[in-house]
């Protein structure tokens, strides 16, 4: 019995050290439902009064990496950036997010505090060098270390900037890929749809939504996404919520014209590949069917090209639309815009990210 | 800050003053040569130990003991040799010097996928890591009170494109690859607590000026059970704070070891 007592007293200790470590050592994991991470900026900018309508914009920034040639895109082997490099992205997005002068900005992939940034925080970065006021962000990718590829410590995610003030964020988890191994999986991305309320002055609150879904999986984790960012829209139309949800929805609307070989993809990794989209025709129908896009349908249909938002690489011109944004109220006729060079918006965007702005303007009158 | 320099002057204070009344005591060293590696204590001629995660350490001679880990030696060539060269009373001084090779390991580290803890695009350079450390042990009442004093330099050959690796323990253990150097200090006891049970507890610092992180500060706290003079046990935790690139961070590690002395 006395002989047992170390080996007891040892077993408690590690015990003890084992819930004070908890059971995720390096952060990654998500509740089903949280509530993001809510910014203000250094310096309070009076905003504008409230018209009729608010600007809406758009944005996958590629967390601040330009054109930089990345290991994943597979046209280089870049993994970390230079903290000068980040701080030069970010002034050109914020020159252009100035001059497009939105009442509400949508991002996604925008890090926080990963080693890849130089750890610079994105969200209040820009901020405090825009005339936003307000930000709620919420991570899609969170570890304190990645020991994968020398990525290191990571927290990216999907961000909503106001110029009013935002309340009642959610983050709603969406499920990750299994594809994975369950080690891969546990420091893999974890999707997101981050939403918060925007008390718009003398005028009904507006519920922004912003999301990010799959983009490599193979195995219908995608798809999952897209109906779980759509059942979201319903649920909201349901209870009489006016809303207005924009993002990256890694899919083509319906009637693409090019839906496979793009040039610019030259991935050979199957886990890469994300430039097939010929199963998913008809993936964004219903949103389409039962929602006001920022771009219509049959505008698209008729020239898919001034649309497009998205190249692998700046060698390649915009090839494929993947940005979009919706709403169950009614957007200004005519005023939606993909932001593809000067001519569409005053600034060439090719350099800034792999995707391009998309705007629109939101008439402040629900559904 | 502040309050660190003001827990490392008061530990100094403690320990000059614990070790300087143990200077006028008589004590039988060989009751202290198992188990005893981060003390000023020398193991006996001809004697091993090792553990699976501690190095494997000879008594080359009764004052003079080298040891290496074996367990990174294929990929991190690493010596260190401890050589006691002064006693009073039951005090005892040594000095420490280690040379490790960890260039092959960065490197190995340095790909892609899973296992790619360094860029597989930035250069490692050869890296010959020194390190030399005074230390002071007392024994009072039976009781190892050690303080020690010191320094990491990493001299780099070659083109280096390194970045740091920002992981508790890890980082402060490899900031003198970046800088110039990292001063390290510690204090540490150990001793019987009741039968084959006793413990080890210490606090330890690392300063590396010119690192985008400053400094970490380490408390450890094991249990060791001595089931025999041949076997020990040790179970316990590593607390560490330190400020990195990214900012402050706390972390509690367990830590477990089996030793074997032959």
Known sequence: MVNQIPVVIITALLATVVVLTGCDPFNTRFEDLEKPQFYEARDYVEPPAVGEDLLILNWNIKFAGGRIDFWFDCWGDRVLMEREEVLENLEALAEKIRLVD??????????I????????????????????????????????????????????GNAIFSKHPLSDGRRLALPQSEEQDSLERYFYLNRNILAARLEVPGAEDVEILTFHVDAYSHDGTKKIHIDMVKDEFDRLHEEGVFF????????????????????????????????????????LQEFYDDYEPAIPLVDYQADNEPYFSHSVHDSVFWNRKLDYIFTNGQFVEGSGLTHQDESSGGVETMALSDHA?????LILEGP | MKRLRMVLVLACAS??????????QETNYDEYRSFVSSTAMTMEHGQFEVGIFAPLRYGLT????????????????????????????????????????????????????????????RAVPHIISLFNELVVTGVVEGHLVTGALGLQVAPRFGESQMVSIDVPVVYARTAAFFTVATAVARVEVQGPIVGPIGYRSGLKGFIYPGADGRFTIEGTG??????????????????SYGEYPFGGDFRILPTLDVLWAW
């Open chain 1, 244 to 283: 207005v949800g924009g993002g990256d929805l890694n899919t083509l609307p319906p009637g693409s014209e090019e839906q496979h070989v793009f040039e610019d993809a030259v991935c050979e990794l199957e886990e890469f590949m994300a430039d097939d989209y010929r199963q998913e025709e008809d993936w």
């Open chain 2, 15 to 24: 320990l000059f003053f614990t070790i300087g009344s143990a200077v006028a």
């Open chain 1, 113 to 156: 505090d990963s080693k890849r940034g130089a750890y610079i925080d994105q969200v209040q970065w820009i901020l405090d060098n825009t005339d936003y006021n307000y930000a709620v962000y919420a991570s899609q990718w969170r570890a304190d270390f990645i020991p994968s590829d020398g990525l290191g410590r990571m927290d990216m």
């Open chain 1, 357 to 361: 702005p998309l705007s629109v303007r």
């Open chain 1, 102 to 111: 939105a009442d509400v900005l949508m991002v996604q992939e925008i890090d």
């Open chain 2, 222 to 239: 094991q249990l060791r059970w001595q089931s025999s003079p041949r076997w020990l046990v040790q179970a316990g935790y590593l607390a």
């Open chain 2, 62 to 121: 009764d004052k003079l003991e080298l040891s290496s880990h074996p367990l990174w030696f294929l990929v991190a060539p690493n010596l260190r040799a401890k050589y006691a060269f002064y006693r009073a009373g039951a005090v005892q001084l040594s000095w420490n010097s280690g040379l490790t090779y960890p260039t092959p390991l960065l490197r190995l580290l340095s790909m892609e996928g899973a296992g790619g803890v360094h860029p597989p695009d």
